[in-house]
């Protein structure tokens, strides 16, 4: 197929164009000459064309997208024999064009941005045509005259970029690449700005490229994050927010490329918040305590707003990015200063929530070489945070279901012996037993209700008797052994001081008690022993003491008390304990252990 056709009016052309210049030829003669363009002229032209076409394709995906466009203009500038081109791209919220690289020009000759209205770059996003301007002098929409003049430039071409959105919640990236030419009152061709189109549109292919091996890239680091997070949590039992992040941070350092980091907890007056772990560890004060009255720290944790992008921070529900440490309104002189000497250059903050509520928040750093974080770093980390979350989400629900085999199994035996006594019949001369059946029953699976409801809140604190839930936990503790055949273990009550006033949540105190029973219970060796309970008051404390045949070495002891001891029980046991304001106690001797929990008296 002939692709370039030669015909009468080209001839013509050809020949009306030579005889200006002084040759005059027959129409044979110029058909000739037309045929000589077409197959050697011609074909040298389109295959440098498409070589360098094929240039800009190859350009490596893994730069950035400002080295891909100063990689697209590189080439523009050699193939049309330019001086110099320069891209900006339209920010559609500040309505400017931004500076987005140049060559061979440094990032400082250029102004970082210019207005949309009445400027060249504006006028070619808008129409989405090129935008010839022979003589800069005289071009009204060129501004800064002097600041090319300088440089020797006299002319420039201006050819649109358009980048496609990649995804639904993406908008397109429309832009325009300016090339600088010397000549003074240049005559542009056509060809010459269909040219310089056709290599500026092969840039929306490269960085498709570019936005496919990082999603690609995006999802193996998300997929790492999860299988570290749940890796770790499967092989703890009963784990805190900040043994998560011990466990996970150092695994994902490499992975998300972290230099700093911390997490913060919300204490439960919700006016203070605590440091409650960094990575490195050494470069962080835990347990330093903050008010919540702190701007940033206020942002982070009631989410107050206003929301949006300012001029040295970006404050939004997921997160909030200080871009300017030094002159941002969110951070207080003292911690300006510690960023400053830091070689800090940006914080980004991860709010992480139950409910919608906030009760911890993350803090990365950017620091040294390492000047502000991009979007993708900003999704990677808030995709960390709620993953952190429904890691202890799941963890919490574990922790329910550890809690709720005690209440299940006494619900069960007792709701068995029901069913005997109803088969016996006679059961009206057994209406106590019958009556303390069905309640126990209706308690307990009550209690397993309240216990899934935990996971949306803990119900209200109360003023109970110590003594009285004690005594009802042993009963079912009791119920526990007999429905799993130990009987060979001798149950006590000891002497039983009532009442001991105590405030508290009653599930907390009910879990704390069967956890503690369950575990001493476990304890007692296969060939059987002793189970005992006493509670006494001591000084401002009410005391509840359980003690079991077994004893505990006394190298482990210390580790009981800091609850890591194997089990998830004992981990939820001194959990509970502090966040009620109590304290725990172990000894081991004589073959046998006793726990003691106390908690303040109400007087």
Known sequence: MDHFKINQELVKSVSASLKEKGWELSLEEAHLVANLIGEEVLYHYVDRLISQAETILEINPSLTEREILQDVARNVVEFLGAEAASIRLYDPEKEEMISFGAHPWAEGDQEPAIPFEDTIAGEVVRSHQSYFVPNIVKEEKYKNKERVLIKGIHSMLAVPISIPRFSIKDLDTEGCLQIYFREEDKVFTPLEAKIAEMLSRRVSYVIARKRIMDLQKLNVTKDKIVEQIFLKLGRREGIKMKDV????????????????????????????????????????????????????IDAIVNQTGPFGEFENEKIYPAYILIDNPKESRLLPPDLKRFLETQQIHSVLYIPLKVNEVVNYFLVFDAQAHHRRFTDEEIEIFTFFGKELMKGLRLEKMDDILHDIKNPAIAAAGFAKRLKKMMEDGDYLSKKEKVDQALDIILKETSRIQELALTLHGEGREETVDLTEKLKKRFLINEEAIRELKRENIHTVKDDLESPLWIRC??????RVLDNLLNNASNAIPEEGGKLSIRSFKKDSWAVAEITNTGQIREEDLDRYLLGEGRGRGLHITTRLVKRMGGKMEVEAREGQTTFRVMFPLVL
């Open 245 to 296: 992040f011990n466990l996970v941070i150092p695994e994902l350092v490499d992975i998300m490329r972290i230099q700093r980091c911390a997490l913060f907890s919300v204490m439960e007056d919700r006016r203070h918040v605590i440091l409650e772990a960094g990575y490195p560890e050494i470069h962080h004060g835990i347990g330093k305590v903050f008010s919540v009255k702190v701007p940033y």
């Open 505 to 510: 949540f009653p599930l907390h105190i009910e």
